[in-house]
């Protein structure tokens, strides 16, 4: 040989034809005569895929279900409505909550994201920051800050836990067969990226992607079903009531379809964690397709999971003095408290 390898398009396809994975195993230098093998042995098992089948039995196996087929379509369709809306949005002086030098609180309307509410608020700092986040459909309160300083103290009271915070969610499914309930899971993103229920023993472990499951708890209280219920204020502590630890799948509870009415005191922050932890109940958030919610109920359509951020109680940052907001009920909330 007097040269550098060189191969032609028929001695390629030759190549690839009966070993696909040949060509992407060998790596060839550019000086002349030199090559080198690539990680052969794991190639070139005789067994690759039991081989694989091993590698995924030690992921954790998430407990709830993959994400309905319909809900991309529809998820695609929310998220397009809403970026045409963030052109024209304009926040409402009656959106805000709270206003002092340090700390803005706004009330968020369902189908406008974070990032929207704090272009429409540029004029009030130019460091404003978002202190906490709300999904795009889901309503309430949002607080930002005005400064690096207090958005890092702010930041730090959060990952403490030392934040408090209440939701009020509307949701479809069998009545529960308790008042108050603590649910305590895992959370993680499985295989394909979307955000999963795991079984508490699993916290730790690593996922396919690289992360890991974390802790994840909520507490439930029933104000409503069907109706029969009523409106009362926010417990101080968030009774915890009976306590599920998460270790298997969920069983579908019989029943009839009812409206339920739940106020929720998360003590963790993950993704999407109340609307989970809703569908590892049976009782999804109406609107919520992600998570088996109805996207008709009772006649109507409903384009965004009826999800309502309703106090956040915390130590002001600057002042030391204690605060507590509130959110206004949206309608879908006053109305079926009324029925």
Known sequence: MSGPVQFHEREKKKLASPYPSLVTMLSFDPKPFVFSAVAMSGSFSHHPERKTAVAAENYPVPLSPPLPAISKQIELSRAMTASSNSSIFSLSPSDILYHDDHLIAVNKHHGIYCETLLSSLASQSHELHLA????????????????????????????????KKTYIALCTGPPPNWEQVTVRSGHG?????????????????????GSVVRS????????????????????????????LVVEEKAVKEDGDESEIVVRAYPRSGRTHQIRLHCQYLGISIIGDVKYEGVYEWKGSTHHAHHLH???????????????????????????????
Do not use: C
Request: overall charge neutral.
């Open 189 to 209: 993103r499985s295989k394909f990226g979307a955000w999963r229920v795991y079984a508490a023993s699993d916290v730790g472990r690593t996922l396919p992607g």
């Open 309 to 339: 951020a309703e106090t956040l109680s915390f130590e002001h940052p600057v002042t030391g003095l204690d605060v507590m907001l509130r959110a206004p009920l949206p309608l879908w909330a006053t109305q079926a408290f009324q029925h």
């Open 216 to 243: 994840m708890e909520t507490s439930f209280e029933v104000l409503s079903v069907n109706g029969n219920g009523s409106f009362r204020e926010v417990s101080d502590s968030g009774n915890e009531g009976n306590v």
């Open 132 to 163: 906490n986040r709300l999904d795009r459909d889901t309503s309430g309160i949002l607080l930002l800050t005005k400064s690096h300083k207090v958005a890092a103290k702010l930041v730090k009271a959060f990952t403490e836990h030392r934040v």
